[in-house]
Every structure is written in structure tokens, then in C-alpha cells.
């Protein structure tokens, strides 16, 4: 019960802290960490494959994706850190007032709370629903994949001005 | 038939996503940073992804709730991917990560 309330609270206030970094590093380590919370709160949930996959894919590949993507930008000077700092402050201070109204509205409506999770009933196994059930979305999966690769490989590539 | 716990289990989990999904929204909404609006992006999958796995979990279906949750990986990853790549390619012409660059470009 502890653990599920610490997770969920932790994943939002690293969501939050992902949303309000000054550095771009900073706010993909905060998703990071928020993906990571996530897969504890799947591990609880009786989820386990899918937990595995969030937290290889989203902890690690996206996170990789995101720092090799901000590493491809030049760094901002002192000066351009100063006035942007300066105007994310005044963009961003909203969002926690913003998150606690809404959080005191929903507390207003009267949702029940309980975190205690029941042992969850595992009706089919999961690898039964992937390969019969939803085989459809796994060939969608494929061609994705594919795409993707395609895509990373031609959208990343450094071009040569040399030949031009 | 779902039990009065359960739906309370649900909406514990829901407080906290419509928090996730309201903090994703605004960073899309008010970033001028394209790569930050991709982590806000990010932010809203994960509201999703929870959303799914409880709701499966609630209702007995964790099988189907992983399924889909895998298919939303696979599906975020790409997207992901594809959008960075995209808009290294508009820094590289703008030499800016500001969004309303975008506008200067033809098209």
C-alpha cells in the first residue's frame, strides 16, 4: 500500500520536475525516473511484461533518443540562458496552482481513495492474447518498427555539405 | 461485476493520472521548446499507459491490458523517434529549437 502511494506520487512530482527543468538533460533524466516509477506501479499491478518493456524502451531507449537529440544542438550562451530561465518562470509558475486546484476539485467530487491492490485475477496468459488475439497488432508492431528504423536512419544523418 | 474496492483502487490511480495528463497538456501547450513538447507528449503516454494497466487490472483483463500497453510502447517509441529526428532536421535548417521557426519555412 505504501509502496503504490509512494510510486504514484513520485512519478507525478518527477513529471512535474520533467515539465519545469531549466535544462532539457535535466527534464529527460525527470522523465526517466517517472518512467521508472511507472514500472514499479505495473510490477504491482500484476503486469509484469509490460513493465519490462517500459522500463527497457522508456527508461532506457527514449531517454538515449532524447540525450542524443539534445546533444545534436549547440548549448545556449550565458546570456540566452539567462533570458530564457527568466521567461520559463513566468510560463511555468501556473502549472503546480494549476495541478493542486485540480487536484482539490477532484478531492471536491468525492472520489474514494484506496491503494490496498487485491491479487489480481489472471484470466489468459498474455503471450496467448499477444500471438492469437491480437495478432493483427503485432504485425502493426513489425511494420512500425521497421518504419521507425527507416526513419531514424534518414532523419538523423549527418549531411555532407562537401557534395553539395 | 466490479466491487466497491476496485472502483476505489480506480480512482486513486485516476487522481493521480488526470494530475500527469493535466501537467503533460500544459507543457505542450505553453513550451515554446519543441524538444520539451515532446517530453509533454511523453508525459500524456504515461498518464495512458497507467490508465490502461489499471483499468485492465481492475476489470480482470491484465492479459489484454499488456497487450495493448506493448503495442502503445512500440507505438510511442516510433513516434518518438521520428519527432526528434524531424525536428533536428528543422534545427538544422533554423538553427533554433523555438516552434514558431517553423513558420519561416515554405510550405
Not at chain 1, 533518443?65 to 546570456?79: C, D, E, N, R
Not at chain 1, 493483427?136 to 553539395?164: P, S
Not at chain 2, 524538444?35 to 498518464?47: P, Q, S, V, W
Not at chain 2, 523517434?81 to 521557426?101: E, F, K, M, P, Q
Request: charged share 15%.
Amino acid at each position: 500500500m505504501t509502496i503504490n502511494i509512494i510510486a504514484l506520487i513520485g512519478m507525478t512530482l518527477t513529471a512535474l520536475w520533467a515539465v519545469m527543468a531549466r535544462s532539457l538533460l535535466k527534464a529527460t533524466i525527470g522523465l526517466a525516473v517517472s518512467s521508472a516509477f511507472l514500472t514499479i506501479l505495473m510490477f504491482r499491478l500484476a503486469s509484469p511484461l509490460a513493465a519490462v518493456f517500459e522500463l527497457s524502451v522508456c527508461t532506457g531507449l527514449i531517454t538515449a533518443v532524447f540525450v542524443s537529440a539534445i546533444s545534436l544542438t549547440k548549448p545556449l550562451s550565458h546570456a540566452e540562458t539567462i533570458a530564457l530561465s527568466k521567461n520559463k518562470f513566468r510560463r511555468y509558475w501556473p502549472l503546480p496552482v494549476i495541478m493542486a486546484v485540480v487536484g482539490a476539485l477532484l478531492i471536491l467530487a468525492k472520489m474514494q481513495f484506496a491503494v490496498a491492490i487485491p491479487q489480481g485475477v489472471i484470466e489468459k496468459d498474455v503471450r496467448d492474447v499477444m500471438w492469437n488475439l491480437r495478432q493483427i497488432d503485432m504485425y502493426g508492431q513489425i511494420i512500425l518498427m521497421l518504419a521507425g528504423a527507416f526513419g531514424v536512419v534518414i532523419l538523423f544523418r549527418e549531411r555532407n555539405n562537401d557534395k553539395r | 461485476m466490479i466491487s466497491a474496492n476496485e472502483i476505489q483502487i480506480f480512482m486513486t490511480f485516476a487522481f493521480f493520472i488526470i494530475m500527469l495528463f493535466v501537467a503533460g497538456i500544459y507543457c505542450v501547450l505553453m513550451t515554446r521548446n519543441m524538444m520539451r513538447a515532446l517530453i509533454g507528449l511523453e508525459i500524456m503516454t504515461k498518464a495512458v499507459t497507467l490508465l490502461l494497466i489499471v483499468a485492465g487490472h481492475v476489470t480482470g483483463n491484465i492479459a489484454l491490458a499488456q497487450s495493448l500497453v506493448i503495442t502503445l510502447i512500440i507505438i510511442e517509441v516510433v513516434v518518438i523517434a521520428i519527432t526528434a529526428g524531424v525536428i533536428l532536421s528543422i534545427y538544422r535548417h533554423t538553427n533554433s529549437l523555438d516552434r514558431s521557426s517553423i513558420r519561416e519555412l515554405k510550405g
